[in-house]
């Protein structure tokens, strides 16, 4: 199985700061890696696919990046709509995927 | 459009059977590429994939809980089904499907349903 190591469990930002939020595989899953964005009470929405991919609809301040077992979102000029649990989500084969442990952000 | 709705018994006792349904439209489980799963979400905590059914009936199984689950589907009536035997208060939480288009663009699960709650409890 792969397994998905998502860093910071909790982060604290303030409004237009910039923040980061790192997974790690513990194979390389060949960036078949997405980022969700859920906010309580709603279903997890697709920001990133394809490791660096911005789904439809989603504003351009959210971008991902990394390759082979190492990952990265990133929020520019954070927004206070953007204040949600965040989680990556490998799909490297159909039939089996991981997710990692979620990062929740909240304003500082 | 595509959407997806979840159903369930609400409330179960532990060790019966959970039986959850996945309703959509919007598109096939019989088009090459389409896949549904389910995932859960204990209240405050993360995802968990559970299993995943395919176009040409393939299967994938958490396996820290394959022996308990079954997943089936009924392409006719656009539903996808998934059973989870001798539950206990551990499988309490939202229950969710999922579409994934494999070959399309994204490739990913790009269309949740809005989630079931479950609680099993005596």
């Known amino acids: 199985d792969i397994q998905m190591t998502q860093s910071p469990a909790s982060l604290s930002a303030s409004l237009g700061e910039t923040v980061t939020i790192e997974c790690r595989a513990s194979?390389?899953?060949?960036?078949?890696l997405a980022w969700y964005q859920q906010k309580p009470g709603n279903s997890p929405q697709l920001l990133i696919y394809d490791a660096n991919s911005l789904a439809d609809g989603v504003p351009s301040r959210f971008s991902g990046s990394g390759s082979g077992t190492q990952y990265s979102l990133k929020i520019n000029s954070l927004q206070s709509e953007d204040v949600a649990s965040y989680f990556c989500q490998q799909y490297n084969n159909y039939l089996m995927y991981t997710f990692g442990a979620g990062t929740k952000l909240e304003l500082k | 459009q595509v959407t997806l709705k979840e159903s369930g018994p609400g409330i179960l006792q532990p060790s019966q059977t959970l039986s959850l349904t996945c309703s959509f439209s919007g598109f096939s489980l019989s088009t090459s590429g389409i896949c549904v799963s389910w995932i859960r979400q204990p209240s405050g905590k993360g995802l968990e994939w559970l299993a995943t059914?395919?176009?040409?009936?393939?299967?994938g199984y958490n396996p820290s809980l394959k022996n308990r689950l079954t997943i089936s589907k009924d392409t006719s009536n656009n539903q996808a089904f998934l059973k989870i035997t001798s539950v206990d208060t551990a499988d309490t939480a939202i229950y969710y499907c999922a579409r994934r288009e494999v070959y399309g663009t994204p490739e990913v699960m790009d269309a949740w349903g809005q989630g079931a709650s479950v609680t099993v409890s005596s």
């Open positions: 059914i395919c176009w040409e009936d393939s299967k």
């Open positions: 194979e390389d899953i060949y960036s078949n």
